[in-house]
């Protein structure tokens, strides 16, 4: 029996997530139906590549509890256990299984899944499938300057989202297979970016990559990244939380090494949200 396994790209919106997810699927990754993804919108021209079922699945559980993408509350404890989320469970596992009916490698994305992560572990191990984790961390002064511009968001909403969308990615990954990829890398290294993928996840790496690459340059438009802050920026600019701070220049760290523990980090961050 093949075993199989999905690849869930994971991280707060304006992240780079849509990017990552069409550059991993131009590298071979199936997306399952492309009549189920969501349409191109105006702040993403080319595209959310979210599958629409599950985007309104995750939209009606955190409805279940007076939530939406924006809501920088956490979920209550133990929250996947609850009566209600069962269909809604039932739903998901369909989807599931349907699009690996003829793939032994599917992936999906929806920031929203950051939150809805414990439900997902569940899922995939009642199912025998494999999760394999991408983490977009952007720095969280350019997802702020999105969100100002999107949605007219205070400072203090927008980090408050950073943190919980992060720190949740984090905590409910650790000791599951996972990679963190930093999302001003697509504009600088692309190749490298998804190298580190392949090789931290063990997805094969297709051998003719020249027209891949063709593609994924042209969907990769450094025209379209609106914001670029340094670190120091980050560190320097007034109404940024000191955990904000603290964890980004922790994942900083992991990035130029992997081995490096932020675990208790996390995990004291996650619990004081």
């Not at 985007?55 to 809501?71: A, C, G, N, P, Y």
């Not at 209550?76 to 989807?95: A, C, H, S």
């Not at 940024?240 to 090494?257: A, F, G, Q, S």
Request: proline share 5%; with cysteine.
């Amino acid at each position: 029996m093949i075993h199989k396994k999905v690849v869930c790209v994971l991280g707060m919106h304006r992240s780079g997530t849509s990017a990552i997810t069409r550059a991993l699927n131009l590298m071979g990754i199936s997306l399952g139906e492309t009549d189920k993804l969501m349409e191109p919108g105006i702040d993403n021209p080319k595209g959310y590549w979210e599958n629409t079922e599950i985007v309104d699945i995750h939209d009606s559980i955190l409805e279940l509890f007076s939530r939406t993408w924006d809501s920088a509350d956490p979920l209550p404890d133990n929250w996947w256990n609850y009566d209600q989320i069962t269909p809604l469970r039932e739903r998901l596992k369909e989807i599931v299984q349907a699009n690996l009916s003829n793939n032994d490698l599917w992936m999906w994305k929806d920031p929203r899944t950051s939150l809805l992560i414990p439900l997902w572990l569940e899922i995939l191990k009642n199912l025998r499938i494999t999760p394999l984790f991408v983490i977009c961390i952007r720095n969280p002064l350019d997802v702020y300057h999105s969100l100002e511009k999107r949605n007219q968001f205070s400072k203090d909403i927008a980090f408050r989202l950073w943190n919980l969308y992060t720190l949740s990615s984090l905590y409910w990954t650790n000791n599951k297979k996972r990679t963190i990829v930093h999302y001003d890398s697509l504009f600088y290294d692309i190749e490298d970016t998804l190298r580190k993928i392949s090789n931290e996840l063990m997805i094969p790496f297709p051998q003719n990559t020249d027209q891949m690459f063709r593609n994924i340059n042209a969907f990769i438009d450094s025209d379209l990244r609106h914001s670029f802050s340094s670190l120091d920026q980050l560190l320097y600019t007034e109404g940024v939380p000191e955990e904000t701070k603290i964890l980004y220049v922790k994942l900083i760290d992991v990035l130029y090494n992997p081995s490096l523990d932020i675990e208790k980090l996390v995990k004291r961050l996650y619990i004081n949200l």
